[in-house]
């Protein structure tokens, strides 16, 4: 299975300041037929279920604010959100989909105030 | 708009069967796969299956592989999850998610239902 590891597990950032998420897959991600980074990212606020930020690595999903990017190629890829809101404190995932079935999440980074 | 509403929570004793139920809305059914995930109480997101109901294709993580069996109603436009003996390790909430994709097993989840809790405990 492909092994994705983010940095830091938490982090405390202030309102209107960049937060950095970190992930790296054990193995390369990108299908070279395409040359789409297989990586996604997810917001999951408490009590919710996850809701998709982030697909190819770097391609905002509908409706989600331009302060979340996601960034990255080869194993190593960051979602940034560039100015924290209230409303982002949550658990961010990134995922891979490109080992198949062995889709595999990475283990969650918590975002606060 | 597309949606995935699930079956409410439930409490069982260990060895008990257990199906649970994932009903889609606002999308046509047999063009989208449909997936499972496990989160363990206070934990990661788990990739557990998915199957396509169109013709009921399934591909399950080996990691849930024999442990789980994912099935699909067409006329119902629902999915299950299904276990025929539970054990306490069990104990999680389980999503049921669409693909963002139509036809793509294996592709970021853009829709997710609610979550059913599901305690096992004697």
């Known amino acids: 299975d492909i092994v994705m590891t983010q940095s830091p597990d938490s982090l405390a950032v202030s309102l209107g300041e960049r937060a950095t998420i970190n992930c790296k897959s054990s193995h390369s991600v990108l299908f070279g037929s395409n040359n789409k980074h297989y990586i996604a990212w997810y917001q999951q606020r408490s009590g919710q279920p996850p809701k998709l930020l982030i697909y190819?690595?770097?391609v905002r999903a509908s409706g989600v604010p331009d302060r979340f990017s996601g960034s990255g190629s080869g194993t190593d890829f960051t979602l940034t959100i560039s100015s924290l809101q209230a409303e982002d404190v949550a658990v961010y995932y990134c995922?891979?989909?490109?080992?198949?079935?062995?889709?595999?999440f990475g283990q969650g980074t918590k975002v606060e105030i | 708009e597309a949606q995935l509403v699930q079956s409410g929570a439930e409490v069982k004793k260990p060895g008990e069967s257990l199906k649970i139920s994932c009903q889609a809305s606002g999308h046509s059914f047999t063009n989208y796969w449909i997936g499972w995930v496990r989160q363990r109480p206070g934990k990661g997101l788990e990739w557990m299956g998915i199957i396509y109901p169109t013709d009921s294709e399934t591909r399950y993580s080996p990691s849930f592989q024999g442990q789980v069996i994912i099935s699909a109603d067409k006329s119902t436009t629902t999915a299950f999850l299904q276990w025929t003996s539970l054990k306490a390790s069990d104990t999680a909430m389980y999503y049921c998610?669409?693909?963002?994709?139509?036809?793509?097993?294996?592709?970021?989840?853009?829709?997710w239902g609610p979550g059913t809790l599901v305690t096992v405990s004697s």
């Open positions: 995922q891979q989909y490109y080992d198949t079935p062995s889709v595999t």
């Open positions: 998610a669409r693909p963002l994709r139509a036809a793509r097993p294996y592709d970021a989840f853009s829709i």
């Open positions: 190819w690595a770097s």
